[in-house]
């Protein structure tokens, strides 16, 4: 289990900052940034910077997102925004909009 | 070495928690139970029940939730629609209102108490003076 859980039925306006890994079921306006693994899961809305190590998106995001290893857009993610790592995958039934930057 | 769930949809997600290593500064709402283990900065407001683990520190003008139990610091004033627990170890400074308040031994708390009961009789108008004598001089 992960060491921060953000709910469903909640709303954190502001900034998480966390050296562990991160799961958002609820929402999150602001910014948001773990030294390790963030998950963006199904049903979620973050409507902020995410930077983290890995990140595994299958909810709606907006805004611009950097990992230190890897992004993967999941089947029903929705991303506006600019994504920024060495490897990223978009799964087909992933939404995507925005730049990637894969520091080629 | 980040590890990575690729369930994206989990069974727990009513819970909410933030770790040990999580610092977040902003309001925290909504719905579902919440345990802290990390620092919060900013106001919380819920409708389920808040623990504040050993170890977390919170700093708020203002936490709302269901039933508040407090085994770590917290600055702030608490209107809980439950009730409010602070076990040992613990530290409190702000104001307290909720159906009922505990205070363990070894929690260390300064503030305001506002909770309704019926204070028992010999609370009540018991007569003083009796209570506080002090042994006779000896001599």
Redesign the interface.
């Known amino acids: 289990?992960?060491?921060?859980?953000?709910?469903?039925?909640?709303?954190?306006?502001?900034?998480?900052?966390?050296?562990?890994?991160?799961?958002v079921?609820?929402?999150v306006r602001?910014k948001l940034s773990a030294?390790?693994?963030i998950?963006i899961?199904?049903?979620a809305t973050v409507d902020a910077d995410v930077a983290?190590?890995?990140?595994?998106i299958?909810?709606a995001l907006t805004g611009n997102v950097t990992a230190t290893?890897r992004v993967?857009l999941?089947s029903?993610a929705r991303v506006i925004g600019n994504v920024k790592a060495a490897r990223v995958t978009i799964a087909d039934g992933a939404q995507f909009k925005g730049n990637v930057d894969m520091d080629v | 070495m980040?590890?990575?769930?690729?369930?994206?949809?989990?069974g727990?997600?009513?819970?909410?928690?933030?770790?040990?290593?999580?610092?977040?500064?902003?309001?925290?709402?909504?719905?579902?139970?919440?345990v802290v283990e990390?620092q919060v900065d900013?106001e919380v407001a819920?409708?389920?029940d808040l623990t504040i683990a050993e170890g977390a520190s919170i700093t708020s003008e203002a936490v709302e939730a269901h039933a508040v139990t407090i085994a770590g610091t917290l600055e702030g004033d608490v209107a809980a629609t439950g009730p409010v627990r602070l076990a040992p170890g613990s530290r409190v400074r702000g104001n307290l209102r909720g159906t009922a308040v505990t205070i363990d031994d070894g929690a260390r708390f300064s503030g305001k108490l506002d909770c309704e009961f019926d204070l028992p009789p010999e609370l009540g108008g018991a007569p003083r003076g009796d209570a506080r004598g002090r042994p006779p001089a000896r001599r």
């Open positions: 289990m992960a060491s921060t859980v953000i709910g469903a039925g909640i709303t954190i306006e502001g900034e998480i900052t966390t050296d562990e890994d991160v799961v079921a609820g929402t602001g030294k390790e693994g998950t899961e199904h049903g983290g190590a890995s990140l595994v299958a909810g290893e993967d999941q029903g | 980040a590890q990575v769930r690729t369930t994206t949809r989990g727990d997600t009513r819970e909410a928690r933030i770790g040990g290593g999580a610092r977040i500064r902003g309001r925290i709402h909504g719905e579902g139970d919440l990390g900013g819920i409708r389920g």
